[in-house]
């Protein structure tokens, strides 16, 4: 008995779509619009789908916007140059300063009025519970006596 869903075709064409997806999203956006990407990791559990941002260092956490706009989460924010730091000529700069923004795709239906995002270490996490697939639902035929 052969599996009529089973396409290994269409799964090599989804994962290119994804890949070049991917691309663009990350390489692309970032080097035209100048502002910094930041790195995400989505992970899909039995129940919610987590998104890990970061590392973000040297920004409070209420200086970070997360939105989501139909399938879309966007994280942005700015991070600002240290006040402490001399007055001077840079010889080395290589911690990043300014604005950041990634805007990630969600893959599926989630509730976005039950999202939470927590900030510890540098590190976003945002936990999006996923809308429940609805059961199957089975229909007992029963026979009519005419």
């Known amino acids: 008995m052969s ?4 396409d290994p075709m269409k799964k090599s064409l989804n994962t290119l779509r994804d890949s070049v997806n991917k691309l663009i999203e990350e390489g692309l956006a ?6 910094q990407a930041l790195p995400v ?15 973000v ?10 939105s989501i706009v139909g399938d879309k989460l966007t994280i942005k924010g700015e991070i600002r140059p240290d006040p402490d ?3 001077g000529t840079y010889l080395r700069r290589e911690r990043k300063v300014g604005a950041f923004s990634r805007t990630v795709t969600i893959p599926r239906p989630v509730k976005a009025d039950q999202a939470a995002a927590s900030f510890k270490d540098g590190m976003l996490t945002i936990t999006l519970p ?3 697939e609805p059961s199957p639902k089975v229909i007992n035929v029963k026979p009519i006596d005419s």
């Open 3 to 6: 599996n009529s869903n089973f």
């Open 41 to 55: 990791d989505v992970v899909e559990t039995d129940t919610a789908l987590v998104v890990k941002a970061g590392p």
């Open 30 to 35: 970032a080097t035209l619009s100048g502002v």
């Open 57 to 66: 260092l040297g920004i409070q956490p209420q200086d970070i916007d997360v």
């Open 85 to 87: 730091t001399p007055e």
């Open 130 to 132: 996923k809308v429940e």
